[in-house]
């Protein structure tokens, strides 16, 4: 996964294995396994040097080198890397079984309550006791379109709060709008209300999830050394920020437990935690640390992919007027004067869904699939894949790969016009950004109406311009590392209120 601190932890981590160079050598494993191709490796540390501030950049750059199945050793833990349709589909499909559950990541068992939760739990009866709650009480179709009014109630809400920088003509940091509206989206769906009372340190709670989820824990990879990362500051770090999180999960069962305060819900019908609660008193199937790993699931999975892949979508738009004018006159010619859209319209806004499509192509939020690891040998082309061996996927090259893809490295959303099978999970697994098989994301469907009814409010409502002095040129494309990969720079724009909204 990405690896926050690499490149400053490096030359402590070597400094730290001098002794262990000059005391040990291990055999890398039988010289009967044929394994992929592989780029040379330093002594204990291996390929780590090779990660990179943005892996999924850096290992798509060695697999053009080494091929799509690529191996790594990581520290002590043997890698294999995938980077095309082809192979990924003969992971996630036709040995889907056999490496479907999740190494041990520091940072993921922690914040997960010991891999109690639904993405990081190893395969085994309570994952599929778990994924099984998820599919049929969580995330049905039913259960979503049950959430709909809060959706729509929560878009409104930011429309009329850009609506505010357009009339004094100033920009709008659309970024911050964005994860503002996902966050509190997910908590009255999750939680029951939006918590805006907790403020502005809610969200650093967040981005300190993130960071840590997607953060450089030496113990994950030389474990004889893990105690370094609390030299490092990083086991310190995620300490308190779980510390963070664990209080506010524990608020609000609290709320959930206390009837009097169940009075001051502002959405009528079941959220996630009545679901999860009332589960665990009728069946006594689920633990409270079960619950509490799937509300860390649904909080940052939920708040954080939506906002990036909508701001995505608005960056790329901005960066082709041509799709951005032809995106804003489908939805405006369809929804007319009705003054926002309705989720029931989105179904007719064929050319809006090929810009979602296209967004999630070029820019897959989780570009790297979190990790899975092999529960039984295998062979992938030709190559041995042993036990307990590390797969990474790279969605992210998956989605640029010329091979398939006529012009990858443009946004084309007319390539997904009158295309069946161009899908978010394509026949050939050409485009995955849920991942796939057994570990796909549950909450794909939500995720997808989300940003849907997101971004065509933002384009029936405004006419967007970039600030004065700058043009499309001048729009960086720079990403964040961590598990959610969102610009690096805020985007901010000129709004300018759609006259047929407000006649």
């Known amino acids: 996964m990405a690896l926050l601190h690499m490149i400053a932890s490096l030359p402590f981590v070597v400094l730290l294995l001098l002794p262990l160079l000059l005391l040990t050598r291990r055999k890398e494993g039988s010289t009967s396994l044929k394994l992929p191709p592989a780029p040379p490796k330093l002594p204990v540390i291996g390929n780590l040097h090779q990660l990179g501030r943005l892996p999924h950049h850096s290992l798509s750059r060695l697999s053009q080198r080494y091929g799509p199945l690529m191996y790594l050793k990581l520290g002590h833990e043997p890698t294999i890397v995938v980077s095309s349709a082809n192979m990924a589909q003969e992971i996630l499909k036709t040995h889907d079984l056999e490496c479907c559950s999740r190494p041990p990541r520091t940072s993921h068992t922690k914040l997960s309550y010991g891999c109690s939760d639904i993405a990081f739990a190893v395969y085994g009866g309570p994952w599929r006791e778990l994924r099984r709650i998820s599919i049929i009480e969580l995330f049905s179709a039913k259960k979503i379109a049950s959430f709909r009014s809060i959706r729509e109630e929560e878009v409104e809400r930011t429309m009329s ?8 003509s100033l920009p709008v940091d659309l970024s911050k709008e964005l994860i503002a509206l996902t966050s509190t ?7 029951g209300r939006s918590y805006h009372d907790v403020g502005s340190r809610f969200q650093m709670i967040l981005n300190e999830a993130q960071a840590m989820l997607g953060g450089f824990f030496i113990s994950d990879y030389l474990p004889i050394i893990g105690w370094a990362d609390w030299l490092t500051g990083m086991r310190a770090r995620l300490e308190k920020n779980f510390i963070d999180l664990d ?9 959930h437990l206390d009837r009097v305060q169940q009075q001051h819900q502002q959405d009528s019908g079941e959220d996630v935690v009545d679901i999860l609660l009332h589960m665990q008193k009728d069946e006594k199937s689920l633990t409270t640390d079960q619950i509490k790993g799937v509300l860390m ?17 608005m960056t790329e738009l901005m960066r082709h007027p041509q799709a951005m004018e032809k995106a804003q006159e489908e939805v405006r010619s369809l929804v007319g004067s009705k003054g926002k859209v309705e989720e029931s319209d989105i179904d007719q806004l064929h050319y809006l869904k090929c810009v979602v499509k296209e967004t999630m192509r070029l820019h897959p939020v989780v570009p790297m699939l979190i990790p899975r690891t092999t529960l039984q040998h295998f062979k992938i082309n030709g190559y041995d894949v042993p036990p307990n061996t590390t797969i990474l996927i790279n969605a992210w090259a998956i989605g640029r790969d010329g091979s398939y893809w006529e012009s990858p490295e443009v946004f ?8 069946t099978d161009l899908e978010f999970a394509g026949k050939d697994f050409n485009m995955i950004p849920f991942g796939e098989g057994r570990r796909i994301c549950p909450g794909k469907n939500l995720g997808i109406k989300t940003v849907e009814i997101m971004l065509a409010n933002l384009l029936y409502s405004f006419d967007w311009e970039l600030p004065t002095g700058t043009t499309k040129e001048d729009i960086d494309m720079d990403e964040t590392p961590g598990v959610t990969v969102h610009k690096r720079h805020a985007l901010r724009l000129l709004a300018t209120k759609y006259s047929s909204v407000y006649s």
């Open 412 to 419: 084309k959303p007319e390539r997904f016009m009158n295309s």
């Open 297 to 313: 699931n649904v909080f940052i999975g939920g708040s954080d992919t939506s906002s990036a892949t909508a701001g995505w979508a």
């Open 247 to 255: 209080r506010f999960y524990q608020q609000v069962l609290d709320e």
């Open 185 to 191: 989206i997910t908590c009255r769906m999750a939680f």
């Open 161 to 168: 709060s850009i609506s505010s920088y357009s009339s004094s």
